[in-house]
């Protein structure tokens, strides 16, 4: 350690620049956050309350007639916020120590904590519409950067093929879309979705859709086996899963619903449902129970352990048993076969519990596998979708003809018309926003739950302690939603605190080492977050670093790494870039 610090030392008397004093972040010595540790350990409650009443907007039913979204001026203390009716601004009469909770922290089943007891918050609210209702509709939610690389732009040093801001504003119609379109299949608060996606704009859409209704949604990592994404759809219990024709990466297309999705739906059954079919067959041939009992058990060992299996898991199972029953001669060959084939039937016609699946058109790719009655493209749910809300607008008494026109009605009036047909549910704190699977490495995937309330103030106030982060600021996070990262910073997190946000699908390093630095330069981004392998990556070659150099990265204020330890050569390079 001291040699790593005499480096950086070093580096500062040499001329780097020295890191920006912090203006979000009040911890900025020893003894600040000495004092914040100590607040903590004596009231967790009070002290996470606080935090949370001032990060998050909390829905009151007692404020006006159809209640209003509030949240506390951490430097008056006063609740102000809008009614949940007209859409109009209000200060609530509520004292300062008023708070919309019956109890900020229940431990009393520790170490199985409950945050927040009887309020009502919804993660969508906090991350697109109350930042419309406050005016700031215009601004950029995400820049949106496609995979393909044009080499012949910007003087030779290369441009993206495609790269365009979406709007707070154009965010919020596109949200309300795709909630309407959720509604119109059948799914309803509570249900579960699953998301098989590439970084693009669809992603986002759907993702705040099942947050605005109280939908729970599983993203999956877009570079997981088929195998692995069945597991999650099945462990889940997602009724839908929402995927695409395809995704770009280095330049390459990648048939995400051949390749991933529909062996996932197809191949895969959830094991303890092939052992049910087994079940149910043997039922239907009039066996000796103890003969039925003896093949049921083995199908159920052939899998055991297993979330999703194939067909053929179950029937080696069942093979075993009946050669089993054979040889000891329970059974004969011809009633054995029998049972085998009646068996093999019943799993085969056992399709997938997935009732719909929605296919983005990205890629435009032909020919892509198609089953009729499951299968559905995003433009078929989303038009109908997007004429109800023109109807609306019309309705209201604004003259709108298309999307375009709908978009540019000031930003409350769009929210107006949002909230006519899907305003966002007003949801426990606890209530389960979707689940995310560890990587398996130390054993295998765990599904971990994350709430509305909670955890959505809680990645919030890391980017003011962590990031420094401000309003207006630029944030690019090499990640994807299926990972914790993407959801927390690459969206939650940065949609929440009003920071925009890069949606970058490319690799970071294609098609040369300097495209993240590229991003950085053409965007103005302050805050930068990334894996340690990817600075790993940047340091193998000496002309990588060349690339880099390239760009102007100066707008960088905070830089981290993550997924693993970071270690001085390497954060002595990355701070050197």
């Known amino acids: 350690m001291g ?18 004093t912090a203006r979000a972040n009040g911890l900025t010595s020893r003894a600040a956050w000495e004092e914040q540790r100590a607040a903590c350990a004596d009231d967790p409650g009070r002290y996470h309350g606080d935090i949370a009443s001032h990060t998050l907007h909390w829905f009151d039913p007692a404020t006006g007639e159809h209640g209003a979204w509030l949240t506390r001026n951490e430097a008056t203390g006063r609740w102000s916020g809008w009614d949940a009716s007209s859409l109009e601004p209000v200060v609530a009469t509520h004292a300062a120590d008023w708070r919309p909770w019956s109890r900020a922290l229940n431990d009393d089943d520790a170490p199985f904590y409950r945050w927040f007891s009887g309020a009502r918050t919804n993660a969508a609210f906090n991350e697109v519409d109350r930042h419309v209702l406050a005016g700031h509709g215009d601004e950029p939610a995400f820049l949106v950067e496609g995979d393909r690389w044009d080499q012949s732009r910007d003087g030779g040093r290369g441009a993206p093929v495609v790269a365009y801001p979406i709007s707070r504003k154009a965010l919020l119609l596109d949200v309300a879309a795709a909630a309407l379109a959720l509604q119109s299949m059948g799914l309803r608060t509570g249900d579960r979705i699953a998301l098989n996606l590439p970084n693009i704009p669809a992603q986002i859409a759907w993702t705040e859709a099942a947050k605005r209704l109280g939908i729970i949604y599983t993203p999956v990592f877009g570079g997981f086996s088929d195998k692995t994404l069945a597991d999650r759809i099945h462990d889940a219990g997602a009724r839908v899963v929402i995927t695409a024709d395809g995704g770009w990466r280095n330049a390459q297309i990648i048939p995400f619903k051949a390749a991933y999705t529909d062996p996932a739906l197809d191949l895969y059954i959830a094991a303890e449902r092939a052992v049910q079919v087994v079940r149910d067959a043997l039922s239907k041939l009039a066996l000796n129970d103890g003969h039925a009992e003896q093949i049921a058990t083995g199908a159920a060992e052939a899998v055991a352990g297993e979330i999703t299996v194939e067909r053929r898991d179950a029937m080696r199972g069942v093979g075993r048993a009946l050669l089993s029953l054979t040889e000891s001669g329970a059974m004969d060959a011809a009633d054995a076969s029998r049972v085998r084939t009646a068996v093999a039937r019943a799993l085969v016609d056992a399709g997938s519990t997935v009732e719909r699946v929605v296919v983005v058109r990205y890629t435009a790719q032909a020919d892509v596998p198609w089953r009729e009655g499951r299968d559905v493209w995003e433009d078929d749910v989303l038009a109908p979708a997007r004429a109800k809300l023109l109807d609306a607008a019309k ?28 305003p966002p549910l007003a949801l426990d704190a606890e209530f389960p926003l979707f689940f995310i699977y560890t990587s398996g490495s130390t054993g295998k995937p765990k599904g971990v739950v994350h709430v509305h309330g909670g955890w959505t103030a809680g990645i919030a106030h890391t980017m003011r302690i962590s990031f420094d982060a401000r309003p207006g600021d630029v944030m690019y996070v090499v990640a994807d939603p299926g990972w914790i990262t993407g959801q927390s910073y690459m969206i939650s997190a940065a949609l929440t605190t009003r920071v925009t946000s890069v949606l970058a699908e490319s690799a970071p390093v294609f098609p040369s080492a300097g495209r993240f630095a590229s991003i950085i330069e053409r965007y103005g981004v302050n805050i930068f977050k990334a894996g340690v392998t990817f600075l790993k990556y940047v340091m193998q070659d000496p002309q990588h670093a060349e690339d880099v150099k390239q760009y102007d990265v100066s707008s960088l204020r905070v830089a981290t790494f993550c997924a693993e330890p970071t270690s001085p050569t390497v954060q002595e390079f990355g701070m050197a870039l």
Not at 12 to 18: I, S
């Open 395 to 422: 309705s209201l008494g604004y003259h709108v003809t298309d999307d375009q026109s709908l978009r540019a009605l000031p930003d409350r009036d769009v929210v107006r018309v949002v909230w006519s047909l899907v």
């Open 3 to 20: 040699e790593w610090v005499a480096r950086l030392d070093g580096m500062l008397d040499a001329g780097a620049v020295a890191p920006p």
